[in-house]
Each structure stands twice: as C-alpha cells, then as structure tokens.
C-alpha cells in the first residue's frame, strides 16, 4: 500500500459543537473538508495507529463515500482494523456498544442526528473514545485546535470496499470487516430486558404498539428487535427504511415531526404504546394510548421503576440529568437514597459518572435517556425499557404516569424553540438576560422569589474539570425555573432554548393543561428577555 500525503488548508470553522462537527452537506463536500477533520482526529488519538476503529452511520446522503474517505484515510494512517456496518449503516447506540465489546480504541460516528438530511440538508461527524462514549470536552478542543493547524492529510489509493456485503478485506495492512449492524446491539438489549415477558405480553396479551422509524437508522434493529425477537406483528414497525433524506421528513421525534404515529396514537382505535427515535437511534420518544410522556418525566419513571428489570434489578448507583431537563428524577432519587447529579447539555458529560460507577441511569429533556450499558443515549434500549415496565406492571402507559404524579408531584415542564434566529440577535438577547442576573436574585417576579440566578457551569467530580456557561438559570423559591440556552448543533443562525419547570404537589391540578400552567412563567421569560422585540418571533417554532 502506498501511503498518500496530500497538501491541504485548514478550515477555522471546524469546532465540534454540543454532539460533534455539523454542516451542510455541501459544506462537507468542499475539497478537503472532511479529510481534514479526520485528519485531525487522527492527529489526537494517536492511540488509533496500530488500533481499531469502528465506521458507521445514520444512512443520511454523503454517509457511504465519507466512508470510504475514512476507510482510505484510516488505512494511511496505521489503523490495524477497522469494523464498518454492513450498508455503511450503525446507530449511535451501536457503535458505543460495538466499541466496548470488541474494546477497540474508538469509533467515528457519521450523523447530525435530528437534523434533515439530502443533498441540501446536514451531514456530521463525532469521534468516540474507546469507553464508547463521545469525546470529552479536552479530546473534542484538541481535535478543534489540530483542525486550526493542519496542513496534510494521508490518504491511499484503494477501490472502494462493498459495503453491501457481511464480510472480510484488507487495504495494505488494515483488515476491514463488514459487519451485521444490529447483531450486537440486539444481543446486549437481551441481556438487560426480560424478552420473554415482554413477548407474552405482545403475543399473549394483543398489547399493540407502533414504533416510527423516521425513515432513519433504527428501522432495521426496530423490525429484528420488536418484530422478530418480540413477536410484534409485521407492521408495527413504521416508516421503517432507512433513506439518505428520510422521505423528505425531519427525523425528531417529537409531536411536531413523527407526525403519522401521534395522528395513530391520538386517534380512534390507538395502539397501547408508541415510540420513535431519531435519525441517528439515540433519542426516544415514548407514548400511550392518547398520552404523551415528558422526556424528564419519563427518566423519573424509570428510575422509580427500575427495580423491575433484570438489568437493574440489583438497584442504581446513582441518576444523572442535563441542567435544563426538569427535577423530576431527584425526587425519586431522594427516594431511592441515591445521589443525583445535574451536568451541562450534552450526552458527552455524563461519560465519566457511567465510568466511575457513580451514576446508573442518565437522561435529557431532549428525548435522550440511556445507562451504564453504553456510553450514548440510547432510543430503542429507552422503548424496551419501558415495554419491560409494562410487561411487569401490566397497566397502560398513562395510569403509570398518573401514578408516578401522585406519589412524587408533577413537575410541569416544557420548551419552547426558536428556530434560525438572527445569530447576532440571539447572542444580544442571551447578553441582556445575564446581565440582569445578579440583580433578580432575592426579587420578586410575578410573585415568587428569585432564589438563584446564574450562567451555569459544572465542576466534574471526576477529573475536576470546569465547563463553564452552560445556560441561563433563573430558580425561584418554589423550585420554578426559567433556562435560556442556544443549542450547539444548528447549522442555520441560532436556535434559542427556552425550558420552563414548575412543581405541583396538589394532585387535583396534574391533570391541567402545561402550557396554561406555565403560562405566567412564559411570559415573565417573555418579558425578561425582550423576546419579541430581539427577534422579532411572536411564537415558538416547536413546543414540547
Ligand atoms: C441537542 C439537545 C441535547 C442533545 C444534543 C444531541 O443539543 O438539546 O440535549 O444532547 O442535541 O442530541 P442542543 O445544543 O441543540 O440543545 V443528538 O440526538 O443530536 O445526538
Ligand atoms: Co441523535
């Protein structure tokens, strides 16, 4: 093999953001741009010279020949074995576990997750370390900073490996194994669930579901898990090939785009329980018969109902949550008598609680919760976990919501985003609401105490590092609270977050409509920021 050092530039544009780098698909297209990155990559984990390294995507347009880019590139760069998934394809969750159970030294992951995809959609890149997890922050700003410098990128001359086919190869010295992208994931799921009471639960019981693939990658691990192992008739997996633009759709699962299932769930004859995930089968989305689950509320539930699956039965060391994901599973922590703990947006964070033993189960507001059995979120590990509860409790998906509302409170939770925004303006907006910060605590807004207001930051309790502005929080006394945060995996303008929580204790209110409830809070974070006048928005673009 003929090692190939081509002369590039580096692109300064190239900082990895909340869950790696994300651009348009042309911007990735341009000469180099994705070498160059690669190479960065490269460059830092030096460890991958002589390794292995595990290849594979959301199926998005651009995913197959950024792999063969980085099967060439990899060969070059002294990589001993690379793993891909047969069709190119591997779910974020796979990957992680495809890492630690061959112990390879990393994995490049090929998504933009949620974002569209097609010709003029997203395309992204995000490395994994060999814990399976995403680069932390060090790795992730190292990458960035070799990026800043690069000015080669070593390549070969090789024909392009079939992806379509399960099987072995080399280029030079670098053997490549085309493998089954679900087997080992499935595998792991039966380890932790009880399979044979979920699938008497399906096939004894007639529990319908419907889970939406988007058209993105968990189709395929949807049909072997849910339909073939579980026994649920063909069917109830839906939207289920993967497509480079899925249909046209935007694979978020969320009430706003897994449109056909909530018109199924919400309409007449619903099936028991709903689910989707997203483009790259980390995130979930779980529903019941006329019923939507809260992300953090879901999180809360499992940790309460944990003790019922086989995994878990044994109990938790401790629950994680992002900052700006409602505290509903503190309460249940508090409960549990297990610690809890509160880091920054971004599954990256919880990487070293999962590997310091410290916590068991972490979860986002985002439609993300996931365990210690990788190191990613995890979409369909979040649908069997909760089909596991089902087929223990054997009740609906509402009443086990209802009742987890009457033993710990409600926490009334949504978020509201603005999509695109005028960059500069969202930056302003953002400026004007810290700097009132110091000034509100100890005031009154609408009648409750400001208790704390500040830009959040967290001190990891295990290599000490700090990560400092994580978000605006405004708490009040009665644990109310208002966070803005701009998102890190846009590629248009600014998206701005806003999550707004109130807890309810008196159980003869949790039936009442979030959004009236949060209402007052909503406009005091109006007012707060000079939304309207800012960004010149009346309404959010998604509320969930
Ligand atoms: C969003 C979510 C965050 C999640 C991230 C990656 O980030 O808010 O909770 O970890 O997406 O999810 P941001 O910076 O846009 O708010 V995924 O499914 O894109 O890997
Ligand atoms: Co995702």
């Given at each position: 093999m003929?090692?190939?050092?081509?002369?590039?530039?580096?692109?300064?544009d190239?900082?990895?953001?909340?869950?790696?780098?994300?651009?348009?698909?042309?911007?990735?297209?341009?000469?180099?741009?994705?070498?160059?990155?690669?190479?960065?990559?490269?460059?830092?984990?030096?460890?991958?010279?002589?390794?292995?390294?595990?290849?594979?995507?959301?199926?998005r347009?651009?995913?197959r020949?950024?792999?063969?880019?980085?099967?060439?590139?990899?060969?070059?760069?002294?990589?001993?074995?690379?793993?891909?998934?047969?069709?190119?394809?591997l779910?974020?969750p796979?990957?992680s576990?495809?890492?630690?159970?061959?112990?390879?030294?990393?994995?490049?992951?090929?998504?933009?997750?949620?974002?569209?995809?097609?010709p003029?959609?997203d395309?992204?890149i995000?490395?994994?370390g060999?814990?399976?997890?995403?680069?932390?922050?060090?790795?992730?700003?190292?990458?960035?900073?070799?990026?800043?410098?690069?000015?080669?990128?070593?390549?070969?001359?090789?024909?392009?490996?079939?992806?379509?086919?399960?099987?072995?190869?080399?280029?030079?010295d670098?053997?490549?194994e085309?493998?089954?992208?679900?087997?080992?994931?499935?595998?792991l799921?039966?380890?932790?669930?009880?399979?044979?009471?979920?699938?008497?639960?399906?096939?004894?019981?007639?529990?319908?579901l419907?889970?939406?693939?988007m058209h993105?990658v968990?189709?395929?691990?949807?049909?072997?898990?849910?339909e073939?192992?579980?026994?649920?008739?063909a069917g109830?997996?839906?939207?289920?090939?993967?497509?480079?633009?899925?249909?046209?759709?935007?694979?978020?699962?969320?009430?706003?785009?897994?449109?056909t299932?909530?018109?199924?769930?919400?309409?007449n004859?619903?099936?028991d329980?709903?689910a989707?995930?997203?483009?790259?089968?980390d995130r979930?989305?779980i529903?019941?018969?006329?019923?939507?689950?809260?992300?953090?509320?879901?999180?809360?539930?499992?940790?309460?109902?944990?003790h019922l699956i086989?995994g878990?039965?044994?109990?938790?060391?401790?629950?994680?949550?992002?900052?700006?994901?409602?505290c509903?599973?503190?309460?249940?922590?508090?409960?549990?008598?297990?610690?809890?703990?509160?880091?920054?947006?971004?599954?990256?964070?919880?990487?070293?609680?999962?590997?310091?033993?410290?916590?068991?189960?972490?979860?986002?507001?985002?439609?993300?919760?996931?365990?210690?059995?990788?190191?990613?979120?995890?979409?369909?590990?979040?649908?069997?976990?909760?089909l596991?509860?089902?087929a223990?409790r054997?009740?609906?998906?509402?009443?086990?919501?209802?009742?987890?509302?009457?033993?710990?409170?409600?926490?009334?939770?949504t978020?509201?985003?603005?999509?695109?925004?005028?960059?500069?303006?969202?930056?302003?907006?953002?400026?004007?609401?810290?700097?009132?910060?110091?000034?509100?605590?100890g005031?009154?807004?609408?009648?409750?105490?400001?208790?704390?207001?500040?830009?959040?930051?967290?001190?990891?309790?295990?290599?000490?590092?700090?990560?400092?502005?994580?978000?605006?929080?405004?708490?009040?006394?009665d644990?109310?609270?208002?966070i803005?945060?701009?998102s890190?995996?846009?590629?248009?303008?600014?998206?701005l977050?806003?999550?707004?929580?109130?807890?309810?204790?008196?159980?003869?209110?949790h039936?009442?409509?979030?959004?009236?409830i949060?209402?007052?809070?909503?406009?005091?974070?109006?007012?707060l920021s000079?939304?309207?006048?800012?960004?010149?928005?009346?309404?959010?673009?998604?509320?969930?």
């Amino acid at each position: 093999m003929q090692t190939i050092t081509v002369t590039t530039t580096p692109f300064m544009d190239q900082r990895p953001g909340t869950s790696g780098l994300r651009k348009r698909v042309t911007q990735f297209q341009q000469p180099h741009y994705l070498e160059n990155f690669v190479q960065a990559i490269f460059d830092t984990k030096n460890d991958l010279n002589g390794g292995t390294l595990v290849v594979g995507g959301d199926g998005r347009y651009y995913n197959r020949e950024a792999i063969q880019i980085i099967i060439r590139m990899a060969a070059a760069n002294g990589v001993k074995r690379l793993l891909v998934g047969k069709g190119g394809i591997l779910s974020t969750p796979a990957v992680s576990a495809i890492i630690r159970k061959y112990h390879t030294n990393g994995g490049i992951i090929l998504s933009a997750s949620h974002n569209p995809g097609g010709p003029d959609g997203d395309f992204g890149i995000k490395f994994n370390g060999d814990n399976g997890g995403p680069a932390t922050e060090q790795v992730t700003e190292a990458i960035y900073a070799r990026s800043k410098t690069v000015n080669r990128y070593l390549t070969t001359h090789a024909a392009a490996i079939n992806l379509d086919h399960i099987g072995h190869s080399h280029i030079g010295d670098m053997a490549i194994e085309v493998i089954d992208p679900v087997h080992d994931y499935a595998e792991l799921m039966q380890t932790i669930f009880d399979f044979d009471a979920i699938r008497h639960l399906i096939v004894d019981n007639g529990f319908r579901l419907c889970f939406d693939a988007m058209h993105a990658v968990t189709g395929p691990y949807a049909i072997d898990i849910l339909e073939h192992r579980l026994g649920a008739p063909a069917g109830s997996v839906i939207n289920s090939t993967p497509l480079e633009d899925f249909g046209g759709g935007h694979p978020d699962p969320n009430l706003v785009y897994a449109k056909t299932l909530v018109e199924a769930i919400f309409g007449n004859n619903p099936p028991d329980f709903g689910a989707a995930s997203d483009g790259d089968g980390d995130r979930n989305m779980i529903l019941g018969a006329h019923f939507f689950v809260t992300p953090s509320d879901s999180l809360a539930i499992m940790a309460a109902n944990a003790h019922l699956i086989p995994g878990y039965a044994s109990g938790l060391k401790g629950v994680a949550r992002s900052m700006p994901t409602s505290c509903a599973v503190d309460r249940v922590a508090s409960e549990l008598r297990i610690p809890w703990y509160e880091t920054p947006t971004g599954w990256k964070f919880f990487g070293n609680l999962l590997d310091s033993n410290q916590a068991t189960l972490c979860g986002e507001e985002s439609f993300g919760t996931s365990s210690a059995h990788v190191r990613e979120k995890d979409g369909l590990w979040a649908v069997l976990f909760w089909l596991n509860i089902l087929a223990a409790r054997r009740t609906s998906v509402a009443t086990i919501v209802k009742e987890h509302w009457q033993r710990f409170g409600r926490n009334f939770y949504t978020r509201h985003d603005y999509e695109a925004v005028d960059a500069t303006a969202a930056n302003e907006l953002m400026h004007h609401v810290e700097q009132q910060l110091p000034a509100l605590i100890g005031k009154e807004l609408n009648g409750i105490m400001v208790s704390a207001a500040d830009n959040f930051s967290y001190l990891d309790p295990v290599d000490k590092s700090c990560s400092e502005r994580q978000g605006l929080r405004v708490i009040f006394s009665d644990g109310s609270r208002i966070i803005f945060r701009l998102s890190g995996t846009g590629t248009v303008g600014a998206t701005l977050r806003i999550y707004i929580e109130k807890y309810e204790s008196d159980s003869s209110r949790h039936h009442e409509d979030t959004q009236q409830i949060l209402q007052p809070l909503i406009d005091t974070a109006l007012t707060l920021s000079q939304l309207r006048q800012r960004i010149g928005r009346e309404q959010p673009d998604v509320i969930t």
